[in-house]
């Protein structure tokens, strides 16, 4: 099989620390985040990848490479002018029409079992599987409807916040007749993971911009085409913005024990403090400063005596318009 990972997006909710590189290229736990990706298609034996390019495409070049060191074969995809999660599939249509592909975010990290949903969508026969999960903390994500068969039958606007607590715990992926719209019910929302047949590029508009749950699913079940569920419980972390990054960050640095993640040629001074922050590279952090839950980008200096927390922290001369947050010295400081 072949694999598509989509890398394209502008990273608006992650600015400022895509000022400078694609949402995919961004560390994470100081690997670019595409990395983790990569590896997921290869541990499943999708080792002919393509991934698609526009903005920043240079700073996926560099962190990929042409696949090898990741037992790989990477085809690059550059957009002109920027596709869509349906159109991106559009101009490498020819490189798709000899079996089924999965096509992947490429800003998760996830242990989801891939061959699972590649079984579900084989066995019904499906033109589209979509790896779906519980949306339990009602996340500002797309509620996916389903009937008794896990078809898809609509995608519909975002879930009402709701506490926690108030929320049925009941695992509805064990219980098929389960409706999303039951309110004692999680709903269901999309992993960005999902596998295709070829078939699926007949309702791919051509030559233009498209997105997969607007312009292609939709045609497709119209057609009275298969679009399945597939309901995954695996761990699943997107990091579409700021507060995602950095809390995803925070829990996996917990996990192994880590206060303070540095990338290479940091230096934190004597009587710095830094606790649960995230630095990239050559990051220093001078004596009597105080750094707390923040991510501080390449190169970012933090003058002596400066108090940073729960922001992220760019140099000024990489930024070329203040979008949000304020410039310091030579930073911007964004809040989280």
Same mark, same amino acid.
């Given at each position: 099989?072949?694999?598509?990972?989509?890398?394209?997006?502008?990273?608006?909710?992650?600015?400022?620390?895509?000022?400078?590189?694609?949402?995919?290229?961004?560390?994470?736990?100081?690997?670019?985040?595409?990395?983790?990706?990569?590896?997921?298609?290869?541990?499943?034996?999708?080792?002919?990848?393509?991934?698609?390019?526009?903005?920043?495409?240079?700073?996926?070049?560099?962190?990929?490479?042409?696949?090898?060191?990741?037992?790989?074969?990477?085809?690059?995809?550059?957009?002109?002018?920027?596709?869509?999660?349906?159109?991106?599939?559009?101009?490498?249509?020819?490189?798709?029409?000899?079996?089924?592909?999965?096509?992947?975010?490429?800003?998760?990290?996830?242990?989801?079992?891939?061959? #699972? $949903?590649? %079984?579900?969508?084989?066995?019904? @026969?499906?033109?589209? =599987?979509? +790896?779906? *999960?519980?949306?339990? /903390?009602?996340?500002?994500?797309?509620?996916?409807?389903?009937?008794?068969?896990?078809?898809?039958?609509?995608?519909?606007?975002?879930?009402?916040?709701?506490?926690? #607590? $108030?929320? %049925?715990?009941?695992?509805?992926? @064990?219980?098929?007749? =389960?409706? +999303?719209? *039951?309110?004692?019910? /999680?709903?269901?929302?999309?992993?960005?993971?999902?596998?295709?047949?070829?078939?699926?590029?007949?309702?791919?508009?051509?030559?233009?911009?498209?997105?997969?749950?607007?312009?292609?699913?939709?045609?497709?079940?119209?057609?009275?085409?298969?679009?399945?569920?597939?309901?995954?419980?695996?761990?699943?972390?997107?990091?579409?913005?700021?507060?995602?990054?950095?809390?995803?960050?925070?829990?996996?640095?917990?996990?192994?024990?880590?206060?303070?993640?540095?990338?290479?040629?940091?230096?934190?001074?004597?009587?710095?403090?830094?606790?649960?922050?995230?630095?990239?590279?050559?990051?220093?952090?001078?004596?009597?400063?105080?750094?707390?839950?923040?991510?501080?980008?390449?190169?970012?200096?933090?003058?002596?005596?400066?108090?940073?927390?729960?922001?992220?922290?760019?140099?000024?001369?990489?930024?070329?318009?203040?979008?949000?947050?304020?410039?310091?010295?030579?930073?911007?400081?964004?809040?989280?």
């Amino acid at each position: 099989m072949k694999g598509i990972i989509l890398a394209a997006g502008f990273g608006t909710r992650l600015w400022p620390l895509t000022e400078d590189r694609t949402k995919p290229a961004i560390p994470f736990l100081n690997r670019p985040l595409i990395a983790y990706t990569v590896e997921y298609l290869a541990s499943y034996g999708i080792r002919d990848i393509i991934v698609n390019l526009h903005h920043q495409p240079d700073s996926i070049r560099r962190a990929l490479g042409d696949g090898s060191r990741f037992g790989v074969s990477i085809h690059y995809s550059y957009e002109e002018e920027i596709l869509g999660t349906s159109g991106a599939l559009d101009p490498v249509r020819d490189l798709l029409a000899d079996g089924d592909f999965i096509v992947i975010n490429g800003k998760i990290v996830t242990n989801i079992d891939l061959n #699972e $949903a590649i %079984s579900a969508h084989r066995d019904n @026969n499906a033109i589209a =599987t979509l +790896v779906l *999960r519980e949306n339990v /903390a009602r996340e500002h994500f797309s509620i996916v409807e389903i009937d008794y068969s896990r078809r898809i039958t609509r995608f519909a606007g975002f879930p009402e916040p709701v506490a926690t #607590e $108030a929320l %049925s715990v009941e695992a509805s992926a @064990n219980n098929p007749s =389960t409706s +999303v719209t *039951r309110a004692e019910s /999680a709903p269901f929302m999309f992993t960005g993971i999902q596998v295709l047949s070829p078939r699926i590029l007949d309702y791919v508009p051509r030559t233009c911009f498209s997105h997969s749950t607007i312009h292609v699913y939709p045609r497709a079940m119209e057609a009275s085409e298969m679009v399945l569920a597939h309901i995954s419980a695996g761990d699943w972390y997107e990091m579409s913005t700021l507060d995602r990054y950095v809390e995803a960050s925070l829990l996996f640095m917990r996990q192994n024990g880590i206060s303070v993640l540095r990338g290479e040629k940091c230096e934190i001074e004597d009587g710095a403090i830094v606790e649960a922050s995230v630095l990239w590279d050559g990051v220093k952090v001078e004596r009597g400063a105080r750094v707390l839950k923040s991510v501080l980008a390449d190169n970012v200096r933090i003058p002596a005596g400066a108090v940073i927390e729960k922001s992220v922290v760019v140099r000024r001369d990489i930024v070329d318009e203040v979008e949000r947050g304020e410039v310091v010295g030579e930073n911007v400081i964004v809040p989280w």
